[in-house]
């Protein structure tokens, strides 16, 4: 079959390699939508941390955004999973240790990352293996295009939760990427007052056709009190700002990851009794977020500028948009072409 292979930094090929075979509770998955995420884009040109503590290591087979059809089980697998179609999470813990029987799997020291760390190869391929315990059921409503976007809306869904904030409340997005306007999605589908903080005019033109009117750049954010606030850039002065602005005794979620370190003054956290939250994963926002797909509440296709083939995705790592892309900031890939 056909897989993309990180062979080096910003070396990419696509390559005929052997096609998964499903192992004791396994599936393999007949790929059929894949996005492209920014942590393929670091695997990519190598500014991944993981390459650097040697959780992954070249050569890797990424993707770990996907959904497809259930094509074969392995030992122990109920056959009533043929022909299902599902989407995964990422995050595999051993399943045994203290962390994974607490619910806490996605942060087990022993997780394989689909397609990020060692140990499973990822689904920007003709097919991927699977375990079965990842997999979640995708329910008519929920086509391909939205089944490969229900692991960054898990992320987002997880980020609005931990904002912890009442309808009618405001919430403020810092980030116009795929995660912010995921998470600006999932809140006003809440009935939060949503704004978000985007670097330009450029960028908030989208959340604009979006339908979120409230869209401001640095200058021209308001005085607004802010009762929560979702970290999602990978700016480093960002996290610090989102301690400035925040409402005293509220709440910021942290998902954005930037390049550099970001520094942030944990005397003004304390002086402002605010709480943190770190978002590391979709796991427990899967379940929801394809509840909020398959409703309806949330529609995030406009999110996808174009869907390419794998002979492209080398091209698209390296920053280029494809041809006739729409605006939004995410790239999907269909293996079958």
Known sequence: MRALVLIGPRRAEVREVAAPVAGAGQVVVDVERVGICGTDVELFTGEMSYLHTGASSYPLRPGHEWSGVVGAVGPGVDAAWLGRRVTGDTMIGCGRCRRCRDGRHHVCADRHELGIRDGLAGALAEQVAVPVTALHVLPDGVDATLGALVEPGGNALRSVRAADLAPGERLLVLGTGTIGLLVAMFGRARDLDVHLMGRDERQLRLAGKLGFENAWTRHTLPPLPWDGIVDASTAPALPALAVELVEPGRRIVYIGLSGSPSTVDSREIVFKDVTTVGILGASAGLAGTIDAYASGAVDPRP???????????????????????????????????
């Not at 869907?307 to 995410?330: I, M, N, S």
């Open 303 to 337: 999110l996808v500028a174009a869907t390419v083939g794998l002979a492209d995705v080398a091209e698209v790592l390296a920053g280029r948009r494809p041809d006739g892309a729409g605006p939004g900031p995410k790239v999907h890939v269909d293996p079958r072409r």
